[in-house]
């Protein structure tokens, strides 16, 4: 062995053959399945409820502050940038929460079989698009 690199990516399969593999896996070595992406889609929608907690506090602020802080608010919130980070805000939201109950079952032992998992990923993924496109009919009819 040249490196001490080497003796580290060396590995054995069940059966005890030895095998060469990579140090640290990574997006290149693995095919995206549908419970990685699903698990990253997780982590990433909690990224973007919190920056768009900012824009939430924004609001608040700016309703708390007088009618021409929120005169401008409003008028970023009714562009088209503000309405796409709203529908992301929403869409992060609802597939935040459909994730973490979807989590809560596997912490209460429900659903960790693999064809199981799988369902349970589609399923939230649709809910989550369901439930936004509810919350924005709703929104609308109302305003």
């Given at each position: 062995?040249?490196?001490?690199?080497?003796?580290?990516?060396?590995?054995?399969?069940?059966?005890?053959?030895?095998?060469?593999?990579?140090?640290?896996?990574?997006?290149?070595?693995?095919?995206?399945?549908?419970?990685?992406?699903?698990?990253?889609?997780?982590?990433?929608?909690?990224?973007?409820?919190?920056?768009?907690?900012?824009?939430?506090?924004?609001?608040?602020?700016?309703?708390?502050?007088?009618?021409?802080?929120?005169?401008?608010?409003?008028?970023?919130?009714?562009?088209?940038?503000?309405?796409?980070l709203l529908l992301?805000?929403?869409?992060?939201?609802?597939?935040?929460?459909?994730?973490?109950?979807?989590?809560?079952?596997?912490?209460?032992?429900?659903?960790?079989?693999?064809?199981?998992?799988?369902?349970?990923?589609?399923?939230?993924?649709?809910?989550?698009?369901?439930?936004?496109?509810?919350?924005?009919?709703?929104?609308?009819?109302?305003?």
């Amino acid at each position: 062995m040249k490196d001490i690199r080497d003796a580290l990516m060396v590995g054995r399969t069940s059966d005890g053959r030895l095998v060469h593999r990579p140090l640290s896996p990574h997006l290149q070595v693995y095919r995206p399945q549908i419970t990685s992406v699903l698990s990253i889609l997780h982590r990433a929608t909690g990224i973007a409820l919190s920056v768009g907690t900012l824009l939430l506090v924004w609001w608040l602020a700016a309703a708390a502050t007088g009618d021409a802080a929120y005169a401008g608010v409003s008028a970023f919130m009714r562009s088209p940038i503000g309405v796409l980070l709203l529908l992301g805000w929403t869409a992060s939201l609802w597939y935040h929460f459909c994730a973490g109950l979807r989590h809560l079952g596997w912490d209460a032992g429900f659903g960790l079989d693999l064809p199981q998992v799988h369902r349970s990923g589609r399923a939230v993924v649709i809910a989550a698009a369901v439930l936004t496109l509810l919350t924005w009919i709703v929104g609308l009819a109302v305003m």
